[in-house]
């Protein structure tokens, strides 16, 4: 609190305080340029609904490509860490760029819209990070469980969907979380192809009113609707540690 206030009163008694009040807090322009940032968010979300099904998706499946045992399995073992260590690397601006203008150049295809392009590229790189996530739920989860279902007559994919998936999930669900609000806001960098979401509408609105309280408006927009994720986060975070200590003392 101490440190609020000191920082508040330095803020606020500096001599350019009012000049950037008005070009970064101005309540008009954010009253007036809310209805379009709005409607803009309306599209992150809906590009955030169809990346985070399909990165759940690609992500399990590349998991589970990289736990297959047996020297048969290399090269798919080899293909699948090529792909996650590539997309790890990648800033996710440069796949955008890549994806978004790269591909359709190819004219593979009829033009799709920036925000199709957009969902391929965050899928792109997210699943390399969830991935990772799931292969080490799944290693983390003891070999006797998977031995103990070998041994009641199930198969291999019998014993990871029902005995190894189930405990490998819930034992990374905090960080499986943790990156779906990371993606909640890398989802505003589809702007860069095009796309009207929140940012480029408050860049619009930036531009008409030469004033940049729109994009502090948009921020606030994606703060908004990250928190439930991250309290809900918190709150599952604690309620796994909580069973873990009833555990450890019983």
């Not at 954010?30 to 709005?38: C, E, K, N, Q, V």
């Not at 590229?121 to 799944?138: N, Q």
């Not at 779906?180 to 940012?199: C, H, T």
């Not at 502090?216 to 540690?241: Q, Y």
């Amino acid at each position: 609190m101490v440190l609020a206030i000191a920082l508040g009163s330095v803020v606020l008694g500096s001599p350019g305080w009012e000049q950037v009040q008005q070009t970064f807090f101005n309540p008009q322009v954010a009253l007036d340029s809310l209805p379009r940032i709005l409607e803009g968010l309306w599209l992150n979300i809906q590009v955030l609904v169809f990346a985070s099904i399909l990165v759940a998706v690609f992500g399990l499946l590349i998991a589970t490509l990289r736990t297959l045992r047996g020297p048969v399995w290399f090269p798919v073992r080899v293909l699948a860490a090529g792909y996650t260590d590539l997309f790890r690397g990648l800033p996710l601006i440069i796949v955008l760029y890549l994806v978004g203008f790269g591909i359709p150049g190819l004219e593979f295809t009829e033009r799709m819209p920036a925000a199709f392009w957009g969902t391929i590229a965050l899928t792109l790189t997210y699943s390399a990070y969830v991935a990772e996530v799931f292969r080490a739920g799944i290693e983390a989860v003891h070999p006797s469980q998977r031995l103990a279902a070998r041994s009641l007559g199930l198969s291999h994919g019998q014993s990871m969907r029902r005995v190894v998936l189930p405990q490998a999930v819930r034992k990374v669900t905090p960080a499986l979380m943790n990156d779906f609000v990371a993606m909640q806001k890398d989802v505003g960098l589809i702007s860069v192809l095009g796309a009207v979401d929140a940012v480029r509408a408050a860049q619009i609105e930036t531009a008409q009113t030469f004033n940049f309280t729109p994009y502090v408006v948009a921020g606030l927009l994606f703060v908004l609707l990250s928190w439930p994720t991250i309290r809900l986060t918190d709150w599952v975070t604690a309620r796994m540690r909580a069973r873990e200590q009833i555990g450890g003392i019983v």
